[in-house]
């Protein structure tokens, strides 16, 4: 079956850092990948998607590329704020699941330090 | 649009009560998916629906727990009778057909079972 792998958190960082947080799929179909962001007390909403290989998703400064050859999605910014910090998840929809069903990752949380 | 709406926001019950959780979903999407969030488990699929019909409940964790969608504009998850592991966050979410996994959060009803 479909699944997602993070890195654990949480990963703490200093405001203007570079952040990554890895993320790594297994799927039996072609999937668009995903990352979601949950900043505390919300749902989840959607950061950035890519829907095939070697698309790159962004979107407030985060970006991703759609590695089929790794089966990667890995997250990135170049300049973490404070305002960043919050949980976020990895998530593939594979598009032979005709109910638009998410596999989700565990979740990293980030927090950045002043 | 006023985006997924869930209530209550915060519930504290006793142990034996019967709990209701209510998911307005955004007008015109088809998939609706109920999600329970905790420390230790993280994000978990309980059920979802397309065209109000359940489609997948094998995330439901016993027979205490049960959903309905009686029309494309509500849905609910009921817990009786609850328990105190019970307690955590539970998600709705709801998706267009055409989407293809940009799943819309509501901010989620945190419950507390005492």
């Known amino acids: 079956g479909d699944s997602v792998t993070q890195m654990e958190g949480p990963v703490t960082l200093s405001e203007e850092a570079f952040l990554t947080i890895n993320c790594t799929y297994t799927?039996?179909?072609?999937?668009?990948l995903f990352w979601y962001v949950q900043y505390p007390g919300e749902g989840l909403q959607l950061l950035l998607k890519a829907t095939k290989a070697d698309d790159k998703g962004s979107n407030k400064g985060f970006e991703a590329t759609y590695r089929k050859e790794t089966t990667s999605f890995h997250l990135e910014k170049g300049s973490v704020q404070v305002s960043d910090s919050a949980v976020y998840f990895c998530?593939?929809?594979?598009?032979?699941?005709?109910?638009?069903?998410?596999?989700f990752g565990g979740g990293t949380r980030l927090m950045v330090k002043p | 649009d006023a985006g997924v709406i869930q209530s209550p926001r915060h519930e504290v019950t006793e142990m034996g009560q019967e709990v209701t959780l209510r998911c307005k979903p955004i007008s015109g999407h088809n998939s609706l998916f109920w999600y329970r969030q905790t420390m230790m488990r993280g994000l978990e699929l309980l059920i979802y629906?397309?065209?109000?019909?359940?489609?997948?409940d094998s995330g439901m964790p016993e027979d205490r727990f049960s959903a309905k969608m009686p029309n494309a504009s509500f849905s609910t998850l009921k817990i009786q009778p609850s328990e105190p592991r019970d307690s955590a966050v539970y998600f709705c979410?709801?998706?267009?057909?055409?989407?293809?996994?940009?799943?819309?959060f509501g901010e989620g009803s945190r419950l507390t079972v005492l």
């Open positions: 799927a039996t179909g072609y999937p668009s």
């Open positions: 998530a593939l929809s594979d598009r032979n699941n005709a109910g638009n069903m998410l596999t």
């Open positions: 629906f397309n065209n109000n019909v359940p489609i997948d």
């Open positions: 979410a709801s998706v267009t057909g055409v989407s293809h996994g940009e799943l819309f």
